[in-house]
């Protein structure tokens, strides 16, 4: 997956692109992530990037020419050596928000993206309309940029990538593709403050603890997140063991 980035602060990445997981991806080339100033792509004295919003009011807006300017020139870098034309993506608030689903599918449906961070008020509508595929939110907040966002995208992009996360059963078996939240993880000491491992665990007996962490994943998902449940495709012993939850849980409000 090659990944181009358009932003007026590319210092932001350094660390990001060079730690951990997403760091030793790009180094192994499994994932290639080039970043962009945003001003390379200006044409006036001052390199300016923003302007007064027509119609007045607080607040500037990034101007369109350099952003279209910016966007075809990547793209057009990405087309002539890749499988031509990049998936372009505009990191905001008003984009569709970004889950699970969204990053597989982004990650199986294309191997260039493009992605547009910007800053300050917003950005001239007319970049959308021009130069952007697909607007993506990471969540119902604000922010003072796209670049966190683009750092998460990228991030959850990676894990994507066959060979990043060192055990596929990782990616495979991860929370999210089973619809659950994961079950609660211990490590030594084995107990701390009064606060006991669950004895299974210590057990050394697998089956024991694989029926273990499947019932405390399905509780935790009950507990925390009870809305997931709604989508997961539960096998028959869940649903039972989901069912008892509830009794068990029953039986509490009418003690
Ligand atoms: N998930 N922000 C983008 C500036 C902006 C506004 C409109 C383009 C169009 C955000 C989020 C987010 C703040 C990033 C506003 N750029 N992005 N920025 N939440 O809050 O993605």
């Known amino acids: 997956?090659?990944?181009?980035?358009?932003?007026?602060?590319?210092?932001?990445?350094?660390?990001?692109?060079?730690t951990s997981l997403v760091g030793r991806a790009v180094e192994d080339g499994l994932f290639e992530v080039t970043v962009h100033d945003l001003?390379?792509?200006?044409?006036?004295?001052?390199?300016?990037?923003?302007?007064?919003?027509?119609?007045g009011g607080g607040g500037m807006v990034?101007?369109?020419?350099?952003?279209?300017?910016?966007?075809?020139?990547?793209?057009?870098?990405?087309?002539?050596e890749g499988e031509g034309k990049p998936w372009r993506v505009l990191l905001s608030p008003q984009g569709r928000r970004l889950d699970d689903a969204a990053v597989r599918a982004l990650a199986a449906e294309h191997d260039e993206l493009v992605l547009l961070c910007g800053r300050y008020e917003g950005i001239d509508e007319r970049v959308r309309e021009l130069v952007v595929d697909e607007e993506i939110s990471i969540g119902d907040y604000v922010l003072s940029g796209g670049e966190l966002p683009a750092m998460v995208l990228v991030e959850a992009l990676s894990r994507q990538v066959p060979g990043v996360v060192g055990l596929a059963k990782s990616?495979?078996?991860?929370?999210?593709?089973?619809?659950?939240?994961?079950?609660?993880?211990?490590?030594?000491?084995?107990?701390?403050?009064?606060?006991?491992?669950?004895?299974?665990?210590?057990?050394?007996?697998h089956a024991a603890i694989e029926r273990w962490r499947e019932r405390a994943a399905l509780r935790a998902t009950w507990e925390k997140r009870p809305d997931l449940l709604d989508g997961a495709e539960l096998t028959d012993e869940q649903r039972r063991e989901l069912d008892r939850l509830r009794s068990e849980h029953e039986q509490h409000e009418e003690d």
């Open 62 to 80: 990034m101007s369109a020419p350099v952003w279209v300017k910016a966007v075809r020139a990547v793209s057009a870098a990405l087309g002539e």
């Open 39 to 55: 001003r390379e792509f200006t044409e006036d004295r001052h390199r300016s990037v923003d302007d007064e919003p027509y119609g």
């Open 1 to 18: 997956m090659r990944i181009q980035i358009l932003t007026i602060f590319p210092e932001l990445f350094e660390p990001f692109l060079r």
């Open 171 to 205: 990616v495979h078996e991860d929370s999210f593709r089973r619809g659950l939240l994961d079950h609660p993880h211990y490590t030594r000491p084995a107990e701390l403050e009064g606060l006991e491992v669950p004895d299974v665990l210590l057990s050394g007996d």
